[in-house]
Every structure is written in structure tokens, then in C-alpha cells.
């Protein structure tokens, strides 16, 4: 970033900047850097997955785009964790975290591709009643071939010959939940169309809200990232388009929440694909016949990683900013967050006469200091691309280890830096006031030799390691276990590892 520290640095910002002209460009949004103010963890390696390098080269699988790409850990109430290589591989891992195959699912889909790192098999999630009832969701990318799929959603304006991938979204029932390995059927939940020519923010996360109990409303229900399907650098004629976000007749930019089950299940309404549109929902009861009920909030440019507060049920989801500002947000059931029109806390330079999506512009006093509301939803804590690049989950941490008990923890992408923000900050935050965010502080890790010696180390340094190179990038993803600790993985290495109490 640039972090703020505090909020009065973003007050003395705001100061200079509106003491100049209003419309000029912002080269550095956030000035004050993210610095390691004694928190310190220790991260083990408990698992790692199998070299799939030599999986589809065919297509251009560059053998730099690591061992096995580790997006996601998922552990069972039952005791039993899985985890995924995006090659299209699901990894069922053992009570010594040894992986063995559960279900090939590039096996199954010819027309996935493999080429770059938000491509494949991109993530996964069990139903909460997987142990009775067998279910689990997978969502994967898909070159768009009309001869073979017809999408069931194709952004506003555009028709299938413009389709260049799809996102596609599958239910799959195991016959046997205790099994070892998948055996079952498979049905298509959701197929979204790409238009644009790289493949770009593809729908990566499904999740379930694990805070739900049974007797709850929204038990059950199904959330997607937020993704605005590549259209704010995915490249050809299609690309840095502004009409097709912040509007409630797409899909792009917003996080969904549905019932997985089919309307000829549940008698109930069917929306853009075979699924049911939760009565419970906002946009499902606003009377407006063209808004999508499926919305749950939108706004966003790539919201990959969604979590609860086990503790008050927050939701929280961090979103990829474009060449400016990267965000954690609070989210609110029917709330706009601004993309394409907001970054951060500032105005993209689309709209500008001169400016561009990769420009951010300040905010009108007013608005800033929340004495005047603009209908957008902002972060509760941020950092700027001097501080790094793409963020990475985030989870509200209640686990074993003292010193991130009530703080929030994300990353960044492609350094590998590991990030805190207190919770309760944060939260205070979620005020409406868009300058009022959470501090930002970096965690410091560190591995214990086997002669009882501490080591600070990076995430990067680790992967490079074991990768036995220098890498450029960390590829770093977090995943919260049952019982509240935090894995990292990366798309490097394939290795998981967990963030552990110290052994001081």
C-alpha cells in the first residue's frame, strides 16, 4: 500500500488534496506504508500436493506456473480435508495429510483449459450436509465453443457468437459420502459467457455460510464471488466496458446467493441457470421485474474470496483492485460498491474526461468525510499498489494463536505479504463515512529450524525454496480450517501450510 495507519492520515490526504484542484489525477493514494509493528507467526508445512507440471503442456501450461496451483483447503465437519489443483484435480487428504485422488474433474470436462492461473479447476465447496446428503459444488472455465454449451447468461448487448469462455458452476452426488473416492453423477448448475478476449475474473469462489444453522433462512444457500467476467482488462474490442456493471440485469460485478437445488425440486423460482432464487433475497422481493433476484450486493471487480465472522456472522469479501487500490469490505445484503465508479475510496478515472480506468481521482470533500451519502458502500481497510498488487481472502481469525484473536487476516497475492487489521476496527469503520477505515499492519512469519532456531522468512523465499529457483511470484491463497486456523497455500509450490501458535 501505501497504508494508512490511522484515520487521521487519511484526514491530512484528504486536506492536501482538496487544497489543489479537485480533478487531478492521485499518483499515490495512500502514502503511509505498511509496516511490521511486532507481530510475528510461525508457518509449517503440513501437506503437499502432486507435480501435475506435466498436465496438459499441450496447451501451454508454462512449466513456471508451478507444481500444483493450490487455491483452496476445505475441511468436513467429519474430520476429512480436501484440497484442490486447479489442473482439474480434487485431492481427498488423509489423517497424516497425505493426498490421495478424489475426484479428476478435468476428466470430465474436454473443453476446460489450462493456460493461465485463473484458468482450470478453479474452486469448490461441500454442501453443509455432505455427509448425509452427498452433495459438492465446483466452479471451472471453459473455452467457448458454441457447438458445445450455450451459455445461460450472456452479458446485456452481446449474443454467443461474441462468447469467448465460460464459467460454469456444477452440483455433483457422491452414492457413497464415506467413500475415498468420487463416484456419482453431476449436474450443470450455471454456465456464464465471457465476451471479452482474455479469460479474465472468472466466478472462482462458492461458499456457504458456515454461521447458518439449520433452523436459519439462509441455511443452505449458495454464495459466488463477485466478478465483473473480465471486462476491466480482459482485452479486444469487448473490454473496459462501463455500461456492464453497476446495473442489476447482469451478473457481472455481483456476488449471488442461491439455493442450489432445481426449481423442479424446490416448486420454487427459477433463475438464470437450474437453480432456485431464495424467496429471503433483496433484489427477490423488490417487485422490479428487471433486476436479477439472484444479487445478493454488487459493485464489485473481482471479489475472489468471501468469509464469515463465526463469532456475529460478518461477511466480509476482498476485492481485486485495478492498477490503484485493493479492498476489504463489509457486505451488506442489496449494498452497491461502487465498480467501475469507485476504487477504494476515490473515483475511478473512467468517468473522467481524461482519465482512465487505471487513474483514481479524490472524492468531493463531502463525500469523503460522509456528511454527504453517494449510495456506494466503501472499504474497511485498503492498501494501495505500492504495497503490492492483487488481495487474498481474508478471514476473521478465532483460532489458537494469541496475537491474531480478533484481528482480521488477508494477504497479497503476488508478494506473499500477510496482513492484520483489528476486527473491531474495522468494523467501526463500516460507518458510512468512506475516510474511516481499519489500520493495516504486516505479519511477520517465521519457520523453526530443527534445532529449535526461529527464522523470519517470507512467503516467497519459502516457495522459492522448495520450488529450488527464485520465484517472482507467491501466488499466495488463505483457507480457514474447522476449527479456525488459517492454511496458506500457493500456485507455485503446491504446498499447504498452516499458520501455528509459537513454540517460544
Known amino acids: 500500500m501505501r497504508a494508512h495507519t ?81 489442473r482439474g484435480l480434487l485431492y481427498l487428504l488423509n489423517g497424516n495429510n497425505e493426498p490421495s485422488l478424489y475426484a479428476n474433474v478435468a476428466e470430465v470436462f474436454s473443453s476446460s483449459f489450462y493456460d493461465s492461473l485463473q484458468s482450470g479447476f478453479i474452486g469448490f465447496e461441500f454442501h453443509p450436509e455432505f455427509v448425509r446428503n452427498g452433495l459438492f459444488y465446483t466452479v471451472h472455465g471453459e473455452t467457448g465453443n458454441p457447438n458445445e454449451a450455450t451459455p445461460d447468461f450472456i452479458p446485456p448487448g452481446f449474443n454467443n457468437d461474441d462468447v469467448t469462455y465460460h464459467s460454469v458452476i456444477t452440483e455433483w452426488r457422491t452414492t457413497d459420502p464415506s467413500a475415498d473416492t468420487f463416484e456419482g453423477t453431476r449436474r450443470e448448475l450455471l454456465r456464464v459467457g465471457h465476451v471479452v478476449e482474455w479469460f479474465r475474473h472468472p466466478f472462482g469462489y462458492l461458499g456457504f455460510n458456515p454461521t447458518s444453522a439449520p433452523e436459519d433462512p439462509d ?62 433475497n433483496h433484489f427477490a422481493s423488490d417487485n422490479d421485474p428487471e433486476t436479477f433476484g439472484e444479487i445478493y450486493a454488487y459493485g464489485f471487480r473481482n471479489a475472489h474470496r468471501l468469509s464469515w465472522d463465526p463469532i456475529d456472522g460478518t461477511m466480509f469479501a476482498g476485492d481485486v483492485g485495478m492498477s490503484q487500490v485493493e479492498e476489504v469490505n463489509i457486505v451488506h445484503e442489496g449494498n452497491n460498491y461502487g465498480w467501475m465508479r469507485r476504487e477504494g475510496i476515490f473515483n475511478n478515472g473512467v468517468y473522467f474526461p481524461d482519465g482512465n480506468l487505471r487513474e483514481v481521482f479524490p472524492l468531493p470533500p463531502d463525500v469523503l468525510d460522509g456528511q454527504t451519502e453517494d449510495g456506494f458502500t466503501y472499504p474497511v481497510a485498503m492498501y494501495d499498489h505500492g504495497e503490492g498488487q492483487a488481495i487474498t481472502a481474508g478471514f476473521a481469525y478465532r483460532g489458537s494463536i494469541p496475537a491474531l484473536r480478533g484481528k482480521f487476516v488477508f494477504g497479497e497475492l503476488v508478494r506473499g505479504r500477510l496482513f492484520a487489521t483489528d476486527l473491531a476496527a474495522m468494523k467501526a469503520a463500516d460507518d458510512g463515512i468512506p475516510q474511516t477505515v481499519g489500520s493495516v499492519e504486516e505479519i511477520q512469519l517465521y519457520v523453526r529450524e530443527a534445532n529449535g532456531n526461529r527464522t523470519d522468512v517470507t512467503l516467497r523465499e519459502l516457495v522459492g525454496e522448495k520450488m529450488g529457483t527464485t520465484v517472482a511470484r507467491a501466488d499466495m491463497h488463505i483457507s480457514r480450517s474447522r476449527d479456525g486456523e488459517l492454511f496458506i497455500t500457493s500456485r507455485q509450490d503446491g504446498t499447504i501450510r498452516m499458520l501455528v501458535p509459537g513454540t517460544e
Request: glycine fraction near 10%; proline fraction near 6%.
Open 6 to 86: 490511522t484515520i487521521t492520515t487519511l484526514l491530512v490526504t484528504m486536506v492536501f488534496l482538496t487544497a489543489g484542484a479537485i480533478q487531478a489525477q492521485i499518483s499515490d493514494p495512500i502514502p503511509t506504508e505498511i509496516t511490521k509493528q511486532g507481530l510475528s507467526v510461525e508457518i509449517r508445512e503440513v501437506a503437499r500436493l502432486p507435480d501435475t507440471r506435466a498436465l496438459h503442456q499441450a496447451e501451454g501450461d508454462a512449466l513456471t506456473l508451478g507444481w500444483a496451483r493450490v487455491s483452496f483447503v476445505r475441511d468436513l465437519p467429519d474430520g476429512r480435508r480436501f484440497a484442490n489443483d486447479s
Open 219 to 280: 441455511y443452505g444457500l449458495l454464495y459466488t464471488s463477485g466478478s465483473d467476467l473480465g471486462f476491466s482488462n480482459g482485452g479486444g474490442p469487448n473490454a473496459s466496458n462501463p455500461s456492464q456493471v453497476q446495473r442489476l440485469d447482469t451478473l457481472a460485478g455481483a456476488i449471488l446467493r442461491i439455493d442450489p437445488r432445481s426449481p423442479s425440486e424446490s416448486s420454487g423460482t427459477k433463475g438464470v441457470g437450474d437453480y432456485t432464487i431464495p424467496e429471503i
